[in-house]
């Protein structure tokens, strides 16, 4: 449960402290900040504890994690094969829960925090907003007439996209782990498909969590 997450523990601010050109306060402000990561870690990595120790694995094999002596033992992910798609990583995380994603985000996403609400805050880089000109859609002739073709889907050649699939699998094997989403698009069984999402990371695993049926 949320409570069970999160207790009454604060969580720790959104903001950074504003830089200080005094360096013995900037060491002190780091540390301050790293020391409050770290305890919020071991917080939400106790009450993580508590939850997979409550509650069992869903029938879609959310995930394989398992709680031991009140330690979580990461090295149980699910070994899904995604060498057909020609990555080569091997730690791959398939269907994680949401609290598992919430805890490698915070270990593993610099930036990553907790809110007060219970959200989970990242840093995604350069763009942190939409980017509603950069959607692109495969021109093809058996879907060219079922497409509203425009300024928001704009036409992609097969040749451009398989270029950047190429680029995105070279990215996704520089990556020590990878995460898995598998789910359907689309509520009626008769018209619902199967995707599955391959992210590098957390937070992108859970919005497909979120936007996915499972």
Same mark, same amino acid.
């Given at each position: 449960?949320?409570?069970?997450?999160?207790?009454?523990?604060?969580?720790?601010?959104?903001?950074?402290?504003?830089?200080?050109?005094?360096?013995?306060?900037?060491?002190?402000?780091?540390?301050?900040?790293?020391? +409050?990561?770290? &305890?919020?870690?071991?917080? /939400?990595?106790? !009450?993580?504890?508590?939850?997979?120790?409550?509650? $069992? #694995?869903?029938?879609?094999?959310?995930?394989?994690?398992?709680?031991?002596?009140?330690?979580?033992?990461?090295?149980?992910?699910?070994?899904?094969?995604?060498?057909?798609?020609?990555?080569?990583?091997?730690?791959?995380?398939?269907?994680?829960?949401?609290?598992?994603?919430?805890?490698?985000?915070?270990?593993?996403?610099?930036?990553?925090?907790?809110?007060?609400?219970?959200?989970?805050?990242?840093?995604?880089?350069?763009?942190?907003?939409? +980017?509603?000109? &950069?959607?692109?859609?495969? /021109?093809?002739? !058996?879907?060219?007439?079922?497409?509203?073709?425009? $300024? #928001?889907?704009?036409?992609?050649?097969?040749?451009?996209?398989?270029?950047?699939?190429?680029?995105?699998?070279?990215?996704?094997?520089?990556?020590?782990?990878?995460?898995?989403?598998?789910?359907?698009?689309?509520?009626?069984?008769?018209?619902?498909?199967?995707?599955?999402?391959?992210?590098?990371?957390?937070?992108?695993?859970?919005?497909?969590?979120?936007?996915?049926?499972?």
């Amino acid at each position: 449960s949320r409570d069970q997450l999160h207790g009454e523990k604060e969580s720790i601010p959104i903001n950074q402290p504003k830089q200080n050109n005094n360096s013995n306060n900037n060491s002190s402000s780091q540390e301050g900040i790293m020391a +409050s990561q770290e &305890d919020q870690l071991h917080s /939400f990595h106790q !009450s993580l504890s508590a939850v997979l120790a409550s509650s $069992p #694995v869903d029938a879609a094999g959310a995930s394989l994690m398992e709680s031991r002596g009140g330690q979580v033992d990461h090295g149980d992910v699910d070994h899904v094969d995604v060498e057909e798609y020609g990555i080569h990583t091997t730690k791959v995380f398939r269907n994680p829960a949401v609290p598992i994603l919430y805890e490698q985000a915070l270990k593993n996403e610099a930036g990553s925090n907790i809110t007060n609400t219970g959200a989970l805050v990242v840093r995604s880089g350069a763009k942190t907003g939409r +980017s509603p000109k &950069d959607k692109r859609i495969v /021109f093809e002739e !058996s879907t060219a007439e079922d497409v509203w073709w425009g $300024p #928001v889907n704009i036409k992609l050649d097969e040749h451009s996209f398989l270029v950047n699939r190429e680029r995105a699998i070279d990215y996704l094997n520089t990556q020590e782990q990878l995460y898995v989403f598998d789910g359907f698009a689309g509520w009626d069984p008769a018209y619902r498909i199967k995707v599955r999402v391959i992210t590098s990371r957390a937070y992108h695993c859970l919005f497909m969590h979120d936007m996915l049926i499972r």
